[in-house]
């Protein structure tokens, strides 16, 4: 099947690989030149397992070039939908691409069919996307397809997720769409929803806050059972028995981050407040993450005064593996010590070139001088953290670092 994907960013760079090794012939669209060209020369310009060594294997070819799309049976819309400043989801990217897709396919007579990759709000496709590709007077579920099938892909492993779905839904206009998609994903075992768009779109931001979900009510259960003296990582292991529960998502710490979790959560939310719901649940676990980040500081007051201190970070990157520091953790933690005066020092295996366009005036020093410092805070759970010697320092784990605890005076986020 030849595929165009228009959006090289995780979800489309990671898609277009992966089918692409699958057989599929696969067209990469970007306004960004610089990373069509690294794309072009079989390398990936993101720091995701695995993918660079699928470009290197398969072809894949990128263009800045809409009109190559005019050939493709199905072109995937991949595009990002950061959040505006009021929290709602911003759809200038996804407008702006759909709007070259259809000038683009005004130069062809073909049927393709448009999937929505991307993350919107219920409704998008069906109140934005589809009345701008039906503007020159072409019919969605005659002239063109529709389907919208959220990715549910983990930064880091989002390979992986791609070869080894959990599920796959598929939210169609029509049905010839529907079973289109179908047809490209029939070599893989997986459960699969039929439903319509609205609702697949519903299903993708339903399960990243209920994700949030979980992980703001261990934090709570956390910071309620650090009072008592009871370990929380021995309550979530003792309620995983229980497989309404389950085990996953709730290791608890200083909270969530990265590029989906805390933007669509607060894309849900300004949704339904501006229907006129106030979503409660939502609205608190937000609020609590937010908290949640500055509790190492909390717990290092109690030790020692921040002003002029020498507080060493493990870590930036928003979980381990990536080099992503959206939302991180670490961004509301070195903003506070500046303002308490504190000099930072900053190790990350990976992530303090993304890290340092945010904050320049930091340290970004070695392991051994973080080591150094008067406090160490442990912000991200590296594996290389595991190991380390922590005798006689001060340390404040925001992610149970088991070796930490070695530390002169250890204090665990919630335990
Ligand atoms: C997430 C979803 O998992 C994925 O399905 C969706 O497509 C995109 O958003 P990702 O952003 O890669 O993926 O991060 P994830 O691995 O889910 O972790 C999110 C954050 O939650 C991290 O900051 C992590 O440290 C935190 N987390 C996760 C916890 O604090 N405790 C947990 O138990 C799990």
């Not at 990157?317 to 005066?341: C, H, M, N, Y």
């Not at 991200?380 to 922590?390: A, N, P, R």
Request: include cysteine.
């Amino acid at each position: 099947m030849r595929i165009s994907i228009v959006g090289s960013g995780y979800v489309g760079l990671v898609a277009g690989a992966c089918l692409a090794k699958l057989g599929s012939e696969v067209t990469l669209i970007d306004t960004d030149s610089e990373r069509v060209e690294v794309v072009n020369n079989g390398l990936s310009p993101i720091h995701e397992d695995g993918l660079n060594e699928i470009l290197g294997q398969v072809h894949v070819r990128a263009t800045t070039d809409y009109r190559q799309i005019v050939d493709a049976d199905m072109i995937f819309l991949c595009v990002g939908t950061p959040i505006d400043e009021d929290g709602s989801m911003s759809l200038e990217h996804i407008i702006r691409a759909t709007e070259q897709i259809v000038t683009a396919m005004e130069g062809g007579k073909g049927y393709h069919v448009i999937v929505v990759k991307s993350t919107v709000i219920p409704g998008t496709t069906e109140g934005v996307i589809i009345p701008i590709l039906e503007r020159t007077g072409r019919k969605a579920g005659r002239d063109f397809g529709v389907c919208m099938s959220p990715e549910f892909l983990r930064e880091g492993k989002a390979v992986y997720d791609f070869m080894n779905p959990m599920r796959l839904i598929v939210g169609e206009f029509d049905k010839r769409s529907g079973d289109a998609l179908l047809d490209l994903y029939r070599n893989f075992n997986m459960p699969v929803l039929r439903t319509n768009l609205r609702t697949a779109e519903m299903i993708k931001v339903a399960s990243n806050a209920f994700l949030t979900m979980k992980v703001s009510f261990i934090n709570e259960i956390g910071n309620i059972c650090k009072q008592l003296s009871i370990d929380t990582y021995e309550v979530a292991k003792g309620m995983a028995f229980d497989d309404r529960i389950g085990s996953k998502f709730l290791d608890a710490g200083i909270g969530f981050g990265g590029s989906c979790l805390p933007k669509d959560l607060r894309a849900l939310i300004v949704k339904a407040r501006q229907m006129g719901y106030e979503p409660g649940i939502l609205e608190e676990i937000l609020h609590s993450n937010e908290k949640q980040a500055l509790k190492p500081l909390q717990l290092l007051k109690k030790h020692i005064s921040l002003e002029g201190a020498r507080i060493g970070l493990l870590g930036l990157a928003f979980k381990p593996e990536t080099d992503d520091v959206r939302d991180s953790r670490a961004i509301w933690i070195v903003q506070a010590l500046l303002q308490e005066g504190a000099v930072v020092k900053a190790y990350d295996p990976l992530a303090v070139a993304n890290f340092k366009k945010l904050f320049p005036q930091i340290d970004y020093v070695a392991v051994e001088e973080v080591l150094n410092c008067d406090a160490i805070l442990i912000i991200t759970e590296w594996e290389e953290f595991k190991d380390l010697d922590y005798t006689g320092k001060i340390v404040i784990d925001g992610r149970r670092i088991p070796k930490a605890r070695e530390a002169r005076i250890y204090e665990g986020a919630c335990w």
